[in-house]
């Protein structure tokens, strides 16, 4: 029986992020991993010879500037990706440099009010990106740290003066539509914003909070500015290889292609791993960065962490409602209207909030649209490795695509198929000729290649009940549980999804913090 001061479960780029801030402070770390590659969600794959996806996560906004420090990613030579925002008569609105810094293809006066719109949403973000960074408080065990940080937000608050107060208070839960309505005229900015609030979430944009989605998409950032995005591996250099390379640099022992069966517990306290050869590993913190559901429900005998914490682990609202499409082309796809460099950026198809909400109401009832909002990026164009000389390939996440689809994917996934690419076609005329292969997942082939339960990349839905002191549930929303010397560090812990390392950050916090 070998042993180690931590063992992380999961290589995905929040398990990596534990491991690497556990080793750099002196403590032995083995990080296993069920696939025979690193990456979680974020992990690539070849979907036809000579072609390879990205994986889900395509773009990058989220990484932390702490976590980007410490496995040495070097952004000093991206510029943000643009938007660009598709329309049917190929007059596109692009939104450039931090969510929309500047914008081409609006009036002036349509340019202001989204500028006001952006100001306050990436003020009003940022009061919430306060509570992100940190763990979250306690209710009714309130450290003076926690005061403080709710101190802080108070004066910011305070700073722009009782108008802005009452709007923030007035606006915290109010659905992304009516704030659309308020602000701006234009129905492809609107469409943006509805997209960009609910992509990922069970929500449409009418839908009461669903203005969090967007206030959590801006607390995002890169080299420091706010919205700022940049598309998945340009410039040839892959993200997850800089987290493998942080995480071996600091000495953390990492085993591939080697499954945990179960999490060994005695007298209340994990103590050790047993994995699917039969061996036992031990270790004073296990830390486990794969879904909540696959950890608590999958790994843990039930008698270890009691009825009513499983039943809450189980009561976790993660059923996935976006399909991604990757698809091996012969040449680089035209978008007439858009401007060759831009296609370097990414392209939404939301022609307004009315589209994005039609799209949504048929997945409240197990179906998919016949009309798709989805996001587009060709990630070959920025890393060539994944496509061969002269071809290009071409990855969409398309909303709302849900998990339990009443007919069943076995049935509806070629028609499915089939109505993204005659969306496709629409805005890029040719594109079926020039189709080499296509891939599609569903959310039951996402959870499926991913070991995400519901095939749900934020492993929860990011709404209100899910959020802060309830990710994943109440008592365990600090990363540590109820059972002693096991923490939770996927994002399906605070403060959620999206490539941010700050799940693994934090979880890697508490677990140095307390005393053994």
């Given at each position: ?116 719109l952006r100001g306050k949403l990436i003020f009003q973000a940022g009061i919430l990106k306060r509570f992100l960074k940190r763990r979250p ?380």
């Amino acid at each position: 029986m070998t042993s180690f001061d931590a063992i992380v479960i999961g290589g995905g780029h929040n398990g990596l992020t534990a491991a690497t801030f556990l080793a750099r402070s002196g403590r032995k770390v083995l990080l296993v991993e069920a696939s025979d590659t690193l990456g979680g969600a974020a992990r690539g794959y070849s979907f036809h010879p000579g072609f390879s996806s990205p994986g889900l996560a395509h773009i990058v906004n989220r990484l932390d500037p702490d976590v980007a420090a410490a496995i040495a990613l070097d952004g000093s030579r991206d510029t943000p990706a643009p938007t660009v925002v598709l329309s049917p008569d190929r007059r596109h609105a692009v939104l450039r440099g931090g969510y929309g810094e500047t914008i081409d293809g609006v009036s002036p006066d349509e340019a202001r009010r989204f500028h006001d719109l952006r100001g306050k949403l990436i003020f009003q973000a940022g009061i919430l990106k306060r509570f992100l960074k940190r763990r979250p408080p306690e209710i009714g065990e309130m450290a003076l740290t926690d005061l403080a940080a709710l101190a802080g937000a108070g004066i910011g608050l305070l700073r722009k003066g009782r108008e802005e107060s009452r709007d923030f208070l007035r606006m915290l839960l109010m659905n992304v539509a009516d704030i659309a309505d308020e602000y701006l005229t234009d129905d492809r900015l609107k469409g943006l914003i509805a997209f960009d609030a609910t992509l990922g979430i069970h929500l449409g944009p009418r839908s009461p909070t669903s203005l969090l989605g967007l206030y959590y998409r801006l607390t995002g950032e890169m080299q420091g500015v706010t919205g700022a995005q940049r598309i998945a591996g340009s410039g040839g250099r892959s993200t997850i290889a800089a987290f493998e390379t942080a995480a071996i640099g600091a000495g953390v022992t990492v085993r591939t292609g080697t499954r945990v069966e179960r999490i060994v517990a005695d007298r209340g306290r994990a103590t050790a791993i047993v994995l699917s050869s039969g061996e036992t590993i031990e270790a004073a913190a296990i830390v486990s960065a794969i879904h909540p559901k696959a950890t608590l429900a999958g790994l843990v005998d039930a008698a270890e962490i009691g009825t009513g914490f499983r039943r809450a682990v189980s009561n976790i609202r993660s059923k996935g409602n976006v399909a991604k499409l990757d698809l091996a082309l012969e040449r680089v796809p035209a978008f007439p209207g858009v401007a060759a460099a831009d296609l370097k950026g990414r392209l939404v198809v939301a022609r307004s909030v009315d589209h994005v909400e039609e799209a949504f109401n048929p997945a409240k009832y197990g179906q998919f649209s016949n009309d798709p909002v989805m996001e587009i990026t060709l990630p070959s164009l920025g890393d060539p490795s994944l496509a061969p000389p002269g071809g290009c390939t071409l990855s969409a996440l398309v909303e709302f695509a849900p998990y339990s689809l009443a007919d069943g994917w076995d049935k509806g996934k070629p028609v499915f198929e089939k109505i993204v690419l005659d969306t496709l076609e629409r805005y890029a005329p040719g594109l079926g000729e020039s189709i080499v292969a296509a891939n599609l997942l569903t959310p039951a082939d996402i959870e499926e290649r991913y070991n995400l339960p519901g095939g749900h990349w934020h492993h929860g839905e990011l709404q209100a009940d899910q959020l802060l002191v309830n990710r994943p549930v109440n008592a365990a929303s600090g990363y540590a549980t109820p059972l002693r010397g096991l923490y939770l560090a996927s994002a399906g812990s605070h403060p959620g999804g999206g490539i941010s390392g700050l799940p693994g950050l934090l979880a890697a916090r508490q677990v140095l913090s307390e005393k053994r």
